[in-house]
């Protein structure tokens, strides 16, 4: 149990909301597919996720961005990717109930992620997910894990960083909730590998466990 008065929850958004990671691995297998290469198995495709489109070219092709040919396969992908952003993509088991938990106790939330704004609003229309604030990727010059996206959300929601915590599943997100001075969760179900060294507040395996948080 936390003693404090929290009033709002922050999350990341792929790994820890939405399991974005099947959609993500078709794309990339259709990008392959195009290009003559070999299919990349779902295992091997989830824990990049997190670290976004330059990753999955990285590792899908084998080379950097001083490749020739690197921007204009992260386009590729990115344009494959927008298309069918919400085949298979859905909350992760126990989030739509969360949310009725939230609603339920007036508590404010919103999402944190560095996705491309233009992707996440995307995702979340399709799903039919409407936070209260929304910082993305693109919104700001700096990225998790600076603190300036958390910031700038508890700013938006007019909230003070020690009434809300944030919650996710990579280093980067609990680096930048301690940044803010946020006190963090950190999931196990999502796509990093959680460990004791990421200075985590607290750390859960299952969605359920944030209300028994606050």
């Not at 999350?11 to 399991?19: K, N, S, V, W």
């Not at 691995?25 to 290469?37: D, I, K, M, V």
């Not at 799903?127 to 894990?145: E, R, Y």
Request: overall charge neutral; aromatic content about 8%; proline content about 5%.
């Amino acid at each position: 149990m936390i003693f404090m008065q929290i009033d709002t929850l922050l999350f990341d958004l792929d790994g820890t909301l939405i399991d974005t990671a099947p959609d993500l691995a078709a794309a990339l297998n259709a990008l392959l597919l195009e290009n003559g290469r070999v299919k990349k198995t779902l295992k091997d495709i989830r824990p990049l996720v997190a670290l976004g489109a330059k990753a999955l070219v990285n590792m899908g092709f084998d080379c950097d961005d001083s490749h020739p040919k690197f921007s204009q396969r992260k386009k590729r992908l990115l344009e494959i990717y927008s298309n069918n952003i919400a085949n298979n993509s859905a909350t992760f088991a126990g989030i739509n109930a969360l949310f009725a938990f939230i609603k339920k106790r007036n508590l404010q939330w919103g999402v944190v992620t560095n996705k491309p704004e233009k992707l996440t609003n995307l995702l979340l229309e399709k799903l039919a997910i409407k936070p209260d604030v929304l910082v993305c990727g693109d919104t700001l010059t700096q990225n998790k894990p600076h603190p300036a996206p958390l910031l700038y959300a508890c700013a938006q929601l007019a909230i003070s960083p020690n009434s809300c915590l944030f919650i996710g599943d990579d280093k980067n997100d609990i680096l930048a909730g301690k940044n803010a001075g946020i006190k963090t969760v950190a999931v196990t179900y999502g796509y990093g590998k959680v460990a004791d060294d990421w200075g985590y507040d607290y750390l859960i395996d299952n969605p359920k466990q944030i209300q028994e948080l606050i």
